[in-house]
């Protein structure tokens, strides 16, 4: 057994749609709200520092495009006023022999930005396209 640290390299998302490739995976964070306090009676003059509630950042999914595939477009346009398609999201990072070490359950997430590639007449990049999430937690599941 080597005591060597994961490549980021080689993972996979479970999301929901038919493809499951994808070029990278960011926002996978959790951080927690600062709630300072202080009583009028406390003989010291400054607040103390406790643990508030927990903030969600939007996680971000890019890949790139291929010809008839409108996954993202179609769950996209399950949004409607104050409803959307609601999916929970497995981030698995993958060892040589493509088992999951670490696994991310992102839970109850939805689409809030959808953003094309960009186009360039004398480029020669593939084409890609990001998925902004939001959602209601990230759990660490092995």
């Known amino acids: 057994m080597n005591n060597y640290p994961m490549l980021s390299c080689h993972f996979q998302v479970e999301w929901g749609g038919n493809r499951t490739g994808?070029?990278?995976?960011?926002?996978?964070?959790?951080?927690?709200?600062?709630?300072?306090?202080?009583?009028?009676?406390?003989?010291?003059?400054?607040?103390?520092?406790?643990?508030?509630?927990e903030k969600s950042h939007t996680i971000i999914l890019k890949r790139g495009i291929i010809p008839g595939d409108k996954d993202f477009f179609q769950w996209m346009s399950t949004i409607a006023l104050n409803q959307v398609e609601r999916r929970d999201v497995v981030i698995s990072l993958l060892n040589e022999k493509h088992e999951p070490v670490m696994t991310w359950k992102v839970k109850n997430a939805w689409p809030v930005k959808y953003e094309g590639p960009t186009l360039k007449a004398d480029g020669s990049e593939v084409a890609i396209e990001t998925l902004e999430l939001a959602h209601e937690g990230i759990t660490l599941l092995n």
């Open 22 to 53: 994808f070029t990278e995976v960011t926002g996978l964070t959790i951080e927690r709200q600062v709630v300072e306090y202080r009583e009028g009676q406390s003989p010291e003059y400054k607040t103390i520092k406790m643990p508030g509630l």
